[in-house]
């Protein structure tokens, strides 16, 4: 597929892999929006300023 369209999917196998960094160390988390925001801080579409 490379050859044919120049593209790869490191983007998507980043954050699969980002996500899964968090999965592991948010093992003791019982809700899913706390290991939903965790990932959004993480991949950088959560902004963390105070307004």
Known sequence: ???GYRA???VSE???SKT???KASAR???S???YRIRI???CGKLNRAIS
């Open 28 to 30: 003791r988390l019982h």
């Open 1 to 3: 597929m490379f050859q």
């Open 8 to 10: 790869t999917n490191a």
């Open 40 to 42: 959004l801080l993480c």
């Open 14 to 16: 980043g954050l699969n």
């Open 20 to 22: 899964r960094l968090i």
């Open 32 to 34: 899913f929006q706390i």
